[in-house]
């Protein structure tokens, strides 16, 4: 009786938890044109009880544009590990929190897996809310085969890892996605034009969805004698299969 007692309020206390308890809500969010938003994103910004975000200024000017108040909390790679103990107790404490990043989906080369992750473990609520991706988008303006695709994140910034990185590209027989620093290109486009061969395309696509977006597809070599050590903004390579 007293074992069976102890069992009703275990089952009693999980269940208040479930229903006391928050929720995350990783919400993808616009990667240059603020027009990308969802209803469904700005829905859940709006009834959010605070915004995690990987830059709260930046993030700060979408809430801005789209006439939305919201406490904002700093979560980025430097601060995901002190961050995740407060995140939590406040989804336990019933609070719903949206997670957001610089633009595009949170857990993608940007900061969101670890949170994620120990939602998981805590058997706590979780929403995503897709949103826009440079990735796709890249892969799918070059009109290089899309499947299947390897996703390699940001290239290495040292040399070494980085020409290691392109030589698996050249070696692969499917297509290869990767987000590149405009301060790095001209060195790592040099760099593919030895590794890749002759015959090898490359996608360069720069500012996805912005003013002045610019999708180069062509020969490596091309690709290298265009954009230079001025190239600016924000950029997703595309290198091509051979055969």
Do not use: W
């Amino acid at each position: 009786m007293i074992q069976h007692s102890r069992l009703l309020k275990l089952k009693l206390k999980l269940k208040l938890n479930v229903v006391n308890s928050g929720r995350l809500i990783v919400v993808g969010t616009p990667i240059g044109n603020l027009s990308d938003i969802s209803p469904r994103a700005c829905q859940a910004l709006a009834t959010a009880d605070l915004i995690a975000a990987e830059d709260t200024r930046r993030t700060g000017l979408l809430l801005q544009h789209l006439e939305i108040k919201k406490p904002l909390l700093s979560y980025q790679k430097f601060n995901e590990a002190s961050r995740e103990s407060e995140i939590l107790d406040r989804l336990r404490q019933g609070q719903v929190v949206a997670l957001v990043t610089d633009g595009g989906m949170p857990g993608i080369s940007d900061p969101g897996e670890r949170i994620v992750r120990s939602v998981r473990r805590e058997n706590l609520p979780l929403e995503v809310i897709p949103g826009p991706s440079a990735v796709l988008h890249a892969l799918v303006a070059s009109g290089l085969p899309a499947l299947p695709f390897y996703f390699g994140g940001f290239l290495p910034p040292k040399t070494g890892p980085r020409k290691r990185e392109l030589a698996q590209a050249a070696a692969r027989d499917h297509t290869s996605v990767y987000f590149e620093s405009p301060h790095r290109i001209a060195r790592t486009l040099a760099e593919a034009a030895e590794l890749l061969p002759q015959e090898a395309k490359i996608a360069v696509c720069r500012e996805l969805t912005k003013k002045f977006e610019e999708i180069f597809v062509g020969p490596v070599s091309e690709a290298a004698a265009r954009f230079g050590q001025n190239t600016k903004g924000e950029i997703t390579l595309v290198i091509s299969p051979l055969g």
